[in-house]
């Protein structure tokens, strides 16, 4: 059966540039586009897809969001991750919800085209059980303490949180906390320099 794949990315040119490269070089020809977190799981519904290739932060929130929904209700879905958002970070994360391909921005082309060739085949995962940098205070974070991180780097308050992610204010109050804690972070300027330093984009 031919692969049926669904690329969701913010940015039209990356878009079209991965899909040109999986119909050219690859010989896929059944893909189709979504630039949000909204428009994905709208498109999920209309269409069985065998593979969903994603990034991390889309112009409406973090696909963290949804990943578990899409698990949850798509168990077959072979899902790799393209972002430019640090692996060492993101990496631990996304294997617990049982995503092991991850795929860099940043790479080159001919890297590019063999990673998505054994995603496509369903061969050895991308992401290998990691190395942690010690000095990297973002590796600590757990994937509901990276999903309210965005929020907080985008200068969004406890209660639009709260409301957006449909949980209790204290609920957000305690895991802004625990991020404090972690990154060691004074404020949210602090918090702001160390994201810019560790590349966690936002």
Same mark, same amino acid.
């Given at each position: 059966?031919?692969?049926?794949?669904?690329?969701?990315?913010?940015?039209?040119?990356?878009?079209?540039? %991965?899909?040109?490269? $999986? *119909?050219?070089?690859?010989? #896929?020809?059944?893909?189709?586009?979504?630039?949000?977190? +909204?428009?994905? =799981?709208?498109?999920?519904?209309?269409?069985?897809?065998?593979?969903?290739?994603?990034?991390?932060?889309?112009?409406?929130?973090?696909?963290?969001?949804?990943?578990?929904?899409?698990?949850?209700?798509?168990?077959?879905?072979?899902? %790799?991750?393209?972002? $430019? *958002?640090?692996?060492?970070? #993101?990496?631990?994360?996304?294997?617990?919800?049982?995503? +092991?391909?991850? =795929?860099?921005?940043?790479?080159?082309?001919?890297?590019?085209?063999?990673?998505?060739?054994?995603?496509?085949?369903?061969?050895?995962?991308?992401?290998?059980?990691?190395?942690?940098?010690?000095?990297?205070?973002?590796?600590?974070?757990?994937?509901?303490?990276?999903?309210?991180?965005?929020?907080?780097?985008?200068?969004?308050?406890?209660?639009?949180?709260?409301?957006?992610?449909?949980?209790?204010?204290?609920?957000?109050?305690?895991?802004?906390?625990?991020?404090?804690?972690?990154?060691?972070?004074?404020?949210?300027?602090?918090?702001?320099?160390?994201?810019?330093?560790?590349?966690?984009?936002?």
């Amino acid at each position: 059966m031919q692969p049926s794949i669904l690329l969701a990315d913010d940015h039209s040119m990356i878009r079209k540039g %991965l899909k040109l490269h $999986m *119909q050219l070089t690859l010989g #896929y020809s059944d893909i189709h586009e979504v630039a949000t977190c +909204n428009d994905l =799981m709208k498109e999920l519904v209309k269409k069985k897809y065998t593979h969903l290739i994603l990034d991390i932060i889309l112009s409406d929130g973090s696909t963290l969001e949804v990943i578990p929904n899409i698990r949850r209700v798509y168990p077959g879905l072979h899902i %790799l991750v393209f972002s $430019m *958002q640090p692996k060492d970070i #993101y990496g631990e994360a996304l294997k617990q919800y049982g995503i +092991n391909h991850y =795929m860099s921005k940043s790479v080159g082309e001919e890297e590019m085209i063999d990673i998505l060739e054994k995603f496509m085949h369903n061969q050895e995962p991308v992401i290998r059980p990691g190395i942690k940098h010690k000095d990297n205070p973002f590796t600590a974070l757990a994937p509901r303490e990276l999903e309210i991180l965005h929020y907080i780097l985008k200068g969004i308050g406890t209660k639009e949180i709260a409301d957006t992610l449909n949980l209790k204010m204290n609920t957000i109050s305690t895991i802004k906390n625990r991020i404090f804690e972690k990154t060691t972070a004074g404020n949210i300027k602090e918090l702001m320099e160390l994201a810019t330093l560790y590349n966690v984009n936002y």
